[in-house]
C-alpha cells in the first residue's frame, strides 16, 4: 500500500538522517511521500540499459496523460524517488531488482477539485521551425 511505501521512506530517513523535513512535515500530518494518493505508480529499469532515465520518463508522461484523460490527477515524486534509490528495504519492497534503479515515480488519483495556486508561470515557447 501507498501508507507502507511511506512509512518505509521515512524510516530510511530517521536511520541515514537524510531529508529532515519529511520527518518534521510527517508530524504534522504532511505526506511529502505520496501526498496520501491512493496509487504510486513506479518506473524503474536496469541501469545497464541504453538511455534508462529518458526512456523510463517517456513511458510514465505517456501514462499520466492517458490517467488524466481520464479524470485522474498526477503528481511525479522526486523525494519517493532519490529515497528508493539509497533504500534496500524499499527497493525490496517496490520490486526494483538489483542492477536496476527507480527513475520515476508518480502518485495518481482523484482530484479533489483544488487548484495548486503557487504553478509558476511559464512563458510561450519560442519554435523556429525549419
Not at 89 to 95: F, H, V
Request: hydrophobic share 40%; with cysteine; glycine share 10%.
Amino acid at each position: 500500500s501507498c501508507r507502507k511505501v511511506a512509512d518505509s521512506a521515512l524510516d530510511f530517513c530517521r536511520e541515514s538522517g537524510q531529508n529532515p523535513e519529511l520527518l518534521y512535515l510527517a508530524e504534522k500530518g504532511l505526506d511529502l511521500l505520496t501526498g496520501h494518493a491512493p496509487l504510486v505508480l513506479v518506473g524503474w529499469s536496469p541501469d545497464n540499459a541504453l538511455n534508462p532515465c529518458v526512456d523510463t520518463v517517456i513511458a510514465m508522461h505517456t501514462v499520466q496523460m492517458l490517467l488524466e484523460e481520464q479524470g485522474l490527477g498526477c503528481c511525479w515524486g522526486g523525494y519517493l524517488r532519490s529515497i528508493t534509490n539509497q533504500s534496500p528495504a524499499l527497493r525490496a519492497l517496490l520490486g526494483i531488482p538489483d542492477g536496476s534503479s527507480m527513475q520515476c515515480c508518480m502518485m495518481a488519483g482523484w482530484p479533489d477539485g483544488e487548484r495548486y495556486p503557487n504553478i509558476p508561470p511559464r512563458p510561450k515557447a519560442e519554435a523556429l521551425w525549419i
